[in-house]
């Protein structure tokens, strides 16, 4: 029996809408996943900001997890708009949504790639020298409207820890010029063991028992070791997803007629 050219022009139209059919749920469910993924991130971000009960002030008093409120309000308003835009896009089968949906994830991975770059060109800046030699330069001790100085206060309080290599990075520096009487900061001291100024005052005269000895690059180093190759994987399995949600986007955008 012979098959006419209609029948498998047909059959052939058929077969692309049940895969255009196919491609559309499969990028609403995918993006639904997202879109709930963004709200619990948001939710959690607003929650810990507004609570009533003083978790915020809790929070408040470690500026690392502080600064990670901040990062998961981003990452979920990022979230919660991408799925947004992706599932509106594919079940309405809206081609301005899915080309906005396109762009905005482009422009994520452009700007994830360029950082993998600039890390990698710029990884010989990030050595102990380094950072002894700013730390030198530019740390001034109690000057909170510093960048620079409140930055290097919160890591030094947060990981219980004094300069980069220990507490000898501060002589010769900008630090000690303004502040003469002081062998180190304040952040360097050990807050909890001793009641009281006390223990500051001995800290910052030099004593060796009331400060923090543990230099701030092996403790972050040791922090962040076990973390690294579980980012490593994060990064490469978030790079994947968001290639095949553009070739996604692309493809339905190129099937609706």
Known sequence: MEISSGEVSLRDSA????????????MFIFNFFIFLGGSFLLSVGVWVLLDPMGFREIVAANPLVFTGVYVILAMG???FLLGFLGCCGA???????LLFFFMLILFIFLAELAAAILAFLFREHLTREYFTRELKRHYQGHNNTDVFTSTWNAIMTTFDCCGVSGPEDFEESLFRLLSPNKMVPEA???RNSYPGDIGVEQCVSGSVAFRHNKGCYSAMV??????IYTAGALAIVVLTIELFAMVFAMCLFRGIQ
């Open 15 to 26: 077969m692309e809408g049940d895969c255009l059919s196919c491609m559309k749920y499969l």
């Open 77 to 79: 308003s990022m979230l």
């Open 91 to 97: 079940i309405r089968e809206n081609k301005c949504l």
């Open 188 to 190: 360097c001291c050990q």
């Open 222 to 227: 040791d922090y962040f070791e076990t973390y």
